[in-house]
Structures are given as structure tokens and as C-alpha cells.
């Protein structure tokens, strides 16, 4: 992007809180910046390798990059150790994508957690926000989106949960939830 | 839908709040929803005929049915009666597309406006919701939204706004925004 358009400034983009519809924004930025011939890439840092959810159906069907790098290491508290070094070395991935200059926005899906249990230090996140190619936009979603990210953000939103169907019983529904 | 899949179940969506992230959303779970196949039917009641959005964009070239009804009617109040007249329309249309049965997820953007300036009774809307045809997920969207509404909603998330860039003279971006 031309820096003389003072229309255009990318934007680090912040999608947190409790409720529905973090990671669901962020696919309908993807919906709007398809449409426009941007080029994005979302990396998904929870979703395990062998999903195939609507978003993934989708993106594979448009030529969106998506890739699914974790295994929901998260949630999985047998051998933290080893969930501390793929959380990073899905960061370094990220990084890379960052650095590479061949995107208009790059999605780093669901990474607030790892972010919020400090298995990928924020100062290194935000450093690599505030040195990354001009023009590219970058959003971040996930619960508890650490301060240090909040205060460097452009774009900061908390989804907050009103109603959620899950305490009626009601499973998680495909091509809504998933 | 088969009512003796226990799994399935329609959802009355509603994103509200004065943050980013209501619209966007609901194109997210377009995205998903397309991903599967499903039929879709997007009602803009605050985007002009003649915008040409990214979402609008994408919708074109993925198939999707993306109506833009208004002109931005509730923010010209040079003639109230008119804007009201026009809403009251928008809703009739927006009714028939429910009752069609031809859909599996009808979104109506920004309804949540004329819903609570009172341009479109609540009841009646809700009262469309609780008779629409099985297995139709409807997803509304909008500052303010009625209680009425969240009350007979399923699922509700407010979009707080925490930061944005408006704020700090940033104005809208392609393919992030619009």
C-alpha cells in the first residue's frame, strides 16, 4: 500500500472476551477482504490438523491459506512442557508469516490463549506487531487477551456473553458454530 | 432437518453492542455456512442499493443472496414517516424470506435499528421467529437490540467496544470494514 493514501492504515486488530463470535469475525473480515482480492492468512492455533469445519471447507474452496496448526494444545494438561514448545513453535511460524511481507492480512486465530498462559511471551508478540511490513492488517482473537496487546492494538473489541445456548443443553450447531 | 437428529438445532442469533464486530460476524458464519453447502439469505437493512462492499463482493462471486434494502434510512430524519413507511417494508420482505422455507440461515443486518427506534413492533417480529419453519437459524444484528428479542433469543453476544480507531482519527478500511 502506497503510504501517500492516508485513507490506508493497517490495523492490529483484537478480538477477546467470553462470549460467541471472536473467531467468527475474523472470518467475516476474511469474507470481506476475499472479496476485494486481498491476500490472507489465517493461522489457527487450536484447531487440530485433521478438522474440517465449515471456515476450513470454505477457505479450501476460495484459495484462502488457512492452516490448522494445533492439536488444542490448550486443553490438554498431561505434559505441559511439551505444549509450551508447540505453542511456540506455532508462534515462530506466525513470525515468519508476519516477516514475509506476501500478505494483506494475516489472522492469528485463538492465540490470545497461549498468549494468556504465557507460553508465548507478548513482548515478542507486540514487538513483531509494531516492526511487520506496512499495509499488513493483523487480528488476534481469543479469551483474555493479555493488556500488553490491548494497549497496542487499534482495534480492540470484547465479546460478552449474554445467552449462550450451551447452558440450555443445545450442542454446538455446524455452519454456525463450526 | 430431521426432528430426530438431537444433535440439530435452529438458533436465534443476536450480535449487539456498540462495538465492531456485530456485521462481521454474521459474515463469518455465512462463510461457515457456505463452506457446508447451506442456503442463505442476507438482508442489509441500513446498506445503500447502490454499495459495492467487499461483502457485497464476495456474495456475488460465492452465490450467496445478499440484499442491501435501505438507504441508510434511520439516520436521515428530514421525514420520519417516509424512513419508518421504508423499514416497515424491509421487514415484510425480511418476513417472506423466513416463511419461505427455502433457506437454512436468514441473517437480517442491522435490523436491530428499526427494531428499537420502534419503526418495526418487536412482537411481531418475535412472533415470526417462534413460527418460522424448523431447522431456519436466524441471526440479528444491530446496536440496541430489544429485550424482547434477547429474551426469546438463543444466543446473544454483546460486542463491547474497548477500543477504536475512529476514535484515534483512523478512518474505515477496505476489507476491513466494508
Redesign the interface.
Known amino acids: 500500500m502506497s503510504t501517500g493514501d492516508a ?3 493497517a ?1 492490529v ?5 467470553h ?3 471472536k ?14 482480492g ?1 491476500r490472507v492468512a489465517v493461522l489457527q492455533f487450536m484447531k487440530a490438523r485433521t478438522s474440517n ?7 479450501k ?2 484459495g484462502i491459506e488457512m492452516i490448522p496448526l494445533g492439536e488444542g494444545f490448550t486443553w490438554r494438561s498431561e505434559d505441559i512442557e511439551k505444549d509450551k514448545a508447540a505453542a511456540r513453535e506455532c508462534w515462530e511460524l506466525a513470525r515468519q508469516k508476519i516477516d514475509s511481507g506476501q500478505y ?2 494475516v489472522v492469528l486465530d485463538e492465540m490470545a490463549y497461549p498468549l494468556s498462559y504465557g507460553w508465548i511471551p507478548v513482548e515478542e508478540v507486540v514487538d513483531a506487531l509494531r516492526r511487520r511490513p506496512k499495509g499488513l ?1 493483523v487480528i488476534i482473537t481469543g479469551r483474555d487477551a493479555p493488556q500488553e496487546l ?1 494497549d497496542f ?13 450451551y447452558r ?1 443443553g ?2 454446538a ?4 458454530d ?1
Open positions: 485513507k490506508r492504515q490495523l486488530i483484537v478480538f477477546t472476551g462470549g460467541k463470535g473467531t467468527t469475525a475474523a472470518l467475516g473480515v476474511i469474507l470481506r477482504a476475499w472479496g476485494r486481498m469445519y465449515g471456515e476450513e471447507r470454505a477457505a474452496k476460495l494483506d492480512i492488517h490491548i492494538a487499534d482495534l480492540v473489541t470484547e465479546m460478552r456473553e449474554v445467552k449462550h445456548p440450555k443445545i450442542k450447531q455446524p455452519g454456525i463450526f
